[in-house]
């Protein structure tokens, strides 16, 4: 099995910046893409932004120019840097990650795993 920890979330005021940190242990062979997502109360859970393996981003058209997605392959990581934050950022952050598995020889192809979630609240 596979287990994300996400963690970097907080309370900020507008125009100020968080991390987003989302790390990945356990029966990994490899990582496709990984990608952010967010819900806001009362809303469906968004697509935030992007990474393929190749390092290919794309970016939902409310974060674009404020968020930077990437990957440290090494690391198992997938990060999530937000600046020029703004009220309506507010939401919780998930990390989602496609995978592949190897749980003692056997392979497990385009296994999808969520993290649990992590808060962000933007302050006016």
């Known amino acids: 099995q596979v287990q994300l920890v996400e963690s970097g979330g907080g309370l900020v005021q507008a125009g100020g910046s968080l991390r987003l940190s989302c790390a990945a242990s356990g029966s990994i062979y490899s990582i496709n893409n990984m990608a952010w997502y967010r819900q806001a109360p009362g809303k469906q859970r968004e697509l935030v932004a992007a990474?393929?393996?190749?390092?290919?981003?794309n970016y939902a058209d409310s974060v674009k120019a404020r968020f930077t997605i990437s990957r440290d392959n090494a690391k198992n990581t997938v990060y999530l840097q937000m600046n020029s934050l703004k009220p309506e950022d507010t939401a919780a952050y998930y990390c989602?990650?496609?995978?592949?598995?190897?749980?003692?020889?056997?392979?497990?192809?385009?296994?999808?795993?969520w993290g649990k979630g992590t808060l962000v609240t933007v302050t006016s």
């Open positions: 990474i393929g393996r190749g390092g290919n981003t």
């Open positions: 989602n990650l496609n995978l592949n598995e190897d749980r003692y020889g056997d392979y497990y192809y385009g296994m999808d795993y």
